[in-house]
């Protein structure tokens, strides 16, 4: 005699995978790392200038980063140089030359 085994498929119930649905997520945010010191920022600063005079029009952080290459972060430092030094203005939560 031959038996015959019937195979089970198991499948999630609603509930279960909605559970799975709900998992928190992971940060997949990138830890920026960088020295902070004068001539660091100082290159972030010439990142930023050359950005703002590149495109010759006033930029936001991000767009600024984004153009120049850099971490936000980074683009910040460089701009409190170029404040500093009278290089940049800010203009409705644009960054432009002064």
Excluded at 36 to 41: C, G, K, L, M, R
Excluded at 66 to 82: D, P, S, T, Y
């Amino acid at each position: 005699m031959t038996e015959k085994k019937e195979t089970v498929k198991k499948t999630a119930t609603p509930k279960a995978a909605a559970e799975k649905k709900a998992a928190p997520k992971r940060s997949t945010a990138k830890k920026v790392v960088f020295e902070i010191n004068a001539e660091s920022v100082g290159f972030r600063a010439g990142d930023v200038y050359q950005a703002l005079a590149t495109a010759g029009k006033a930029l936001s952080v991000a767009e600024i980063a984004k153009a120049a290459k850099i971490a936000e972060e980074e683009a910040l430092l460089g701009m409190g140089w170029l404040f500093k030094e009278g290089k940049i203005k800010a203009e409705e939560n644009k960054i432009t030359l002064a």
